[in-house]
T-cell receptor
Framework: DVKVTQSSRYLVKRTGEKVFLECVQD?????MFWYRQDPGLGLRLIYF???????EKGDIPEGYSVSREKKERFSLILESASTNQTSMYLC???????????????FGPGTRLTVL | AQSVTQPDIHITVSEGASLELRCNYS??????LFWYVQSPGQGLQLLLK??????LVQGIKGFEAEFKRSQSSFNLRKPSVHWSDAAEYFC????????????FGDGTTLTVKP
């Protein structure tokens, strides 16, 4: 089974701190994603990566950056955390199969980040 | 750009009753369509997906969904709901020309009454 793990389930940080959220997948997937989930807003894509060292902005990239140095690991970075970044963060990965539709996403359990 | 609408924010059904969760999408062609479920405190799990072919697809946990091109809909159904089905459900679309990047609906929370 595909497994996507996230480094922390719960995290509490102070305003202005630099925050790293780590995600690791064990199925050699090409694509990896970071979403934030807020009540009533569903999942919003922050960044995604389709290959090592490649990244693309999603719908809400402001205030975030990402790093993908190895295929299995995708990190989300909050350079200077703010209270409006308090949220649930979900990592996901998917396998790209040409132009086919086998792009089901596999999700990690999420990290609930609180910024005080 | 594609979009997804889940018109019902919250639905309550009695255990044993039937269920239908609505999903409408906006996209110029037929996208790839997915339903995910999120139990409290957990990540999302795929219930079922539609790529092509038979418009009625079967998924896990007794769920099914029907793709209706004329209505741009992909509604999720279950004939008899169990208390363990209480969760949040997300519909998602992926354009068939940009593999990998999904757009999710805002979700529907299902409550099951005993």
């Amino acid at each position: 089974d595909v497994k996507v793990t996230q480094s922390s389930r719960y995290l509490v940080k102070r305003t202005g701190e630099k925050v790293f959220l780590e995600c690791v997948q064990d199925m050699d997937h090409e694509n990896m994603f970071w979403y934030r989930q807020d009540p009533g807003l569903g999942l919003r894509l922050i960044y995604f990566s389709y290959d090592v060292k490649m990244k693309e902005k999603g719908d809400i990239p402001e205030g975030y950056s990402v790093s993908r140095e190895k295929k299995e690991r995708f990190s989300l970075i909050l350079e200077s955390a703010s209270t409006n970044q308090t949220s649930m963060y979900l990592c996901a990965s998917s396998l790209v199969v040409g132009a086919g539709g086998n792009n089901e996403q596999f999700f990690g359990p999420g990290t609930r980040l609180t910024v005080l | 750009a594609q979009s997804v609408t889940q018109p019902d924010i919250h639905i309550t059904v009695s255990e044993g009753a039937s269920l239908e969760l609505r999903c409408n999408y906006s996209y110029g062609a037929t996208p790839y369509l997915f339903w995910y479920v999120q139990s409290p405190g957990q990540g999302l799990q795929l219930l079922l997906k539609y790529f092509s072919g038979d418009t009625l697809v079967q998924g896990i946990k007794g769920f099914e969904a029907e793709f209706k091109r004329s209505q741009s809909s992909f509604n999720l159904r279950k004939p008899s709901v169990h208390w363990s089905d209480a969760a949040e459900y997300f519909c998602a679309v992926v354009p068939n020309t940009n593999a990998g990047k999904s757009t999710f609906g805002d979700g529907t929370t299902l409550t099951v009454k005993p």
